[in-house]
């Protein structure tokens, strides 16, 4: 009775690694081309894949670049949270310090290839301004608004009056 539950398990691992073949695939060539000069065969084929798995993984092109961009800032975001958590062990401080460091490690990371490519040049471009503003509210926006409230809460940024 165990053979069916090995073989779902051999198959789901076969979906999630084609998956992650197209990922990897793909944010290789967005990062190195762009957008328009990548074609669906060019990734197909970095990934080992037919064009059939493609589709079956992703609605269209674009669907994968939306999909290629959400890792790029997911990852994005969990490395800064990654170090700023380590620097306030290291050296703890205030809010508005943790703040400005968290910046300053953002504008050091802007200089990493797949994230400068992807999500800022390519990013609004491909997915249009409000699908790209949803992706990275969802990956930043919210980490800058959790560190602006605790700032707040320390009495080191004056919170804005409240519009009547």
């Known amino acids: 009775m165990s053979a069916p539950r090995i073989q779902r398990s051999r198959r789901a691992e076969h979906v999630a690694d084609t998956r992650r073949a197209l990922l990897c695939a793909a944010r290789e060539l967005f990062a190195e081309r762009g957008f328009s000069a990548t074609g669906t065969e060019d990734i197909v084929a970095a990934a080992h894949v037919t064009r ?27 490395r800064l949270v990654t170090q700023e958590t380590a620097r306030a062990e290291q050296e703890p401080g205030d809010a508005w310090q943790l703040l400005r460091s968290g910046f300053q490690s953002f504008l050091d990371a802007c200089n990493d290839r797949d994230f400068q490519r992807i999500v800022l040049i390519e990013g609004p471009a491909v997915l249009g301004h409000s699908a790209w503003d949803a992706l990275v509210e969802e990956h930043g926006y919210l980490l800058l608004a ?19």
Do not use: Q, W
């Not at 798995?53 to 890792?71: N, P, Q, T």
């Open 52 to 78: 059939g798995a493609l589709y079956h993984h992703f609605k269209d092109k674009a669907d994968l670049f939306r999909a290629v961009m959400a890792e790029c800032a997911s990852e994005m975001a969990e």
């Open 146 to 164: 959790e560190a602006l409230t605790e700032a707040i809460a320390e009495g080191n940024i004056e919170p804005l009056p409240v519009a009547r």
